[in-house]
């Protein structure tokens, strides 16, 4: 450290505004050593010629400068910029009164600061005693409320176990029901592909069997009951479906409380059991200042309350959609047990209707072939009379053509030429009229045909239609599902 008074020729020193008093007080230079270089304005250029003058006042008891006028003129003249060795002799700094003035302050001050050290060390050694009990009360505090809000996480942490455990119990239930629907759907497939494969080979019935009878209507009927209890179906399987997504998702929120419930037990236990000796304690400054928090006590009660009530909701909603499918399910098989028995019931009466207007179609037909035969006779008994007549009338026709040829006035128009063209015109009016019963005889042989072939076309249109309904259609509804199958047990 500089002596106290030194002047400062640095031009980065801040120099001490020119004081209004002979000297400097006592006290600014006793505490100088706090501020060696007090920040005051700068009153004067830094680039002034040096001058003591600047930053104190000459003593009062100015020594006698005659001798030396002459040189310090010349000095003057000769430059603007005296050095310190000029100036040894010239001037003082304090005054003895000043320096013990001085040494009478720094007593004082000492006096002063041991006072003030001593009272500040009794007042540190009650205040330090005051805060530790303050600080173990607060610890304290803040141990028991932790220990509270544990309690209070187990209990709420009993009851969200308590829940999730009926709530994965009634989505497994509902999830078995859920299957037997699935399993009751599938077997509706088979009586509806029964149905429809029995209008479709009745679709095949041929000709006039081909009727809108008791059978269809009853087909039709059961296809639209099945397809009615299999949208029911599907439609109470989207619920299940969207209320398992439902029990899913609060069993969701349910685990996910747990967890978080758990991971802050883990926490809260773990703080309420540390102790100042505890392994792991360190500072984190700052970390008062950070406030993570998102709920107070009473929105972090109501959020887990919230999440078991909508719980209880989901799971008696469920509850009560797997009491409307057991009853969907009874219900849809008694409708397809019935609507079946009514089917096989119009398939025995339309079966029994068939067979006796086939066999009585047999009896027609053979009637009718027996009478094709007799007509076929009696054609071939007509021709041969007409084959007959034809000898007779080329005989007849071949004496006239020869009677042609006589000579001159022997072409008389006699009796025998008379008899021979009246013979060829009766001759040819037999056969004539032996021909148009032929004919007759013929077009009654094709109408014989032709009922003929009606009646055996009918008699194959109603095997047919047998075939249809005893053999292909009967043959499937023998066996229906077993009623068991129908309400989802395997």
Known sequence: MEPLGSTLTATYAHPKPTPTNF??????????????????????????????????????????????????????????????????TLFTRYTPDDWYRSNLTNYLESDTSRHNSERLRVD????????????????????????????????????????LDAMIGETNALTDVKKKLERALMETEAPLQVARECLFHREKRMGIDLVHDDVEIQLLTEVDIILCCEERMKLHLDKAIAQLAANRASQHELEKDLSDKQAAYRIDDKCHHLRNTSDGVSYFRGVERVDATVSVPESWAKFTDDNVLHSQSTRAASSKLRDDIHNLLVVTANEMWNQ??????????????????????????????QEIFQTEMTIESIKKAIKDKSAFLKVAQTRLDERTRRPNIELCRDMAQLRLVNEVYEVDDTIQTLQQRLKEAEDTLQSLVHTKAT??????????????????????RKTFPNPLRLVGFC
């Open 455 to 476: 009646l055996e076309h009918d008699l194959a249109v109603k095997a047919n239609s047998l075939y249809i309904d005893q053999e292909k259609c009967m043959s499937m």
């Open 340 to 369: 079946f028995n009514k089917v096989n019931l119009s398939f025995t009466n339309r079966i029994a209707e068939t067979a006796d207007a086939k066999n009585k179609i047999q009896i027609h037909l053979a009637k009718t072939l």
């Open 124 to 163: 540190t050694s009650r205040l330090i005693q005051d805060k530790y009990q303050h600080t173990r009360k607060t610890q304290a505090d803040s141990t028991q409320n932790l220990g509270e809000r544990v309690n209070d996480i187990g209990f709420w942490k009993s009851e969200i176990t308590h829940e």
């Open 23 to 88: 000297l400097p007080a006592v006290s600014t230079l006793a505490s100088s050593y706090r501020d060696r270089f007090p920040h005051n304005n700068v009153t004067h250029p830094l680039s002034l010629p040096w001058r003591p003058s600047t930053y104190y006042k000459v003593a009062s008891n100015s020594p006698t400068l005659g001798p030396y006028c002459t040189r310090s003129q010349k000095v003057c003249d000769n430059t603007m910029l005296p050095f310190v060795s000029n100036r040894t």
